[in-house]
């Protein structure tokens, strides 16, 4: 441990933080190329001709009000513990984590950054994890509810939305079915997590069990710690911020539609919904930050409601707001935080 008594922060090597970078820029931007030069036509230059700025204007706003709300939550949740969170302290947590989920796979890599952020603040890892982890169900919590509803709102006509929709279904049946089995065997559990790491030298399926084991453990005392006494009352507000996140953070892909002047009456909620079904399952690609799956998958669910001569532009500017944005600023952040 350092002198000032806070725990080492994440060693991270230099090289493997590099090849991160470089392959998720490599990704994004051979992505948006392709998509770019599969639907530009000698359309697109008249509809740019046409574009709405206040509309996009309104987009950076739902980016704004989006990172505020969620950083509120954060701040909210915290109170839990032994040292409650401001809110900007909260955003950097958050924006931290866009960074790491952009340079590893399935956008796992932040949490460790995170946790060191947060207990240099004067939050224990545990603590610091339930939060963490009470964050995340309280999104996608409300995100896998409400994606077979959507799908049946949207309709499974395509091939690509019964696909998606029969996906995010066993995804929801497997995660239901081990929450309910680890609350009410947590012996089993805990037993399981022994056995896998008692060997001295476990090959990699093995450590991969224990440590998605431990995680588990992680996972439900979270839920045990919000779901008794005065805790029930944070877990109330920070439902209400996570609703005012959710609007504004699906809200943009309509206001980007808008802004290019290609977003049609009663559409709205069609596409507000194909954001939230996309958001499902880009929490479950193995490429860093989601790249090239989540630019192939919003250009070929928008096509559905936007013009192909706007729909490169559109998945670029998506992108650019509902993720690039907060992991450029929180790259800054974890730089900041890491060489204090």
Not at 125 to 153: D, E, H, M, Q, T
Not at 197 to 212: T, Y
């Amino acid at each position: 441990k350092p002198a000032n008594g806070l725990p080492a922060p994440p060693v991270f090597r230099p090289t493997a933080l590099r090849r991160g970078v470089r392959v998720f820029i490599a990704l994004a931007v051979a992505a948006a190329v392709v998509v770019m030069v599969l639907t530009v036509n000698r359309d697109t230059l008249a509809g740019l001709a046409r574009i709405r700025w206040y509309w996009l204007v309104l987009t950076g706003l739902l980016w704004i009000v989006a990172t505020c709300s969620d950083g509120a939550r954060l701040a909210v949740l915290s109170a839990a513990g032994e040292h409650r969170l401001g809110i900007r302290r909260s955003c950097e947590v958050i924006l931290v984590g866009y960074f790491m989920a952009a340079i590893t796979p399935f956008q796992v890599g932040g949490l460790p950054l995170q946790l060191y952020s947060m207990n240099k603040w004067g939050i224990s890892p545990g603590k610091a994890s339930a939060v963490l982890l009470a964050r995340g169900i309280l999104f996608y919590g409300l995100v896998f509810l409400s994606a077979p509803f959507i799908a049946g709102f949207l309709g499974v006509s395509s091939l690509l939305l019964r696909i998606l929709t029969a996906y995010v279904g066993v995804i929801i049946a497997v995660g239901a079915a081990l929450i309910i089995l680890g609350l009410a065997f947590p012996r089993v559990l805990r037993r399981w997590q022994e056995r896998a790491g008692k060997e001295n030298h476990p090959g990699r399926l093995r450590r991969l069990l224990a440590r998605g084991l431990a995680e588990a453990e992680h996972f439900l005392a979270g839920l045990r710690l919000f779901l008794s006494g005065h805790n029930l009352k944070l877990l109330a507000a920070a439902t209400g911020l996570t609703l005012v996140y959710g609007v504004a953070f699906f809200g943009m892909s309509a206001s980007l539609l808008a802004g290019l002047g290609v977003l049609e009456a009663g559409n709205t909620f069609r596409v507000v919904g194909i954001n939230t079904l996309l958001t499902t399952v880009l929490l479950f690609v193995p490429t860093p930050g989601a790249s090239g799956v989540a630019e192939a998958g919003a250009a070929g669910l928008y096509s559905m409601l936007c013009p192909r001569h706007m729909l490169g532009v559109f998945v670029v500017l998506w992108r650019l707001f509902s993720f690039y944005i907060g992991a450029i600023i929180g790259g800054l952040v974890a730089l900041k935080h890491t060489t204090r």
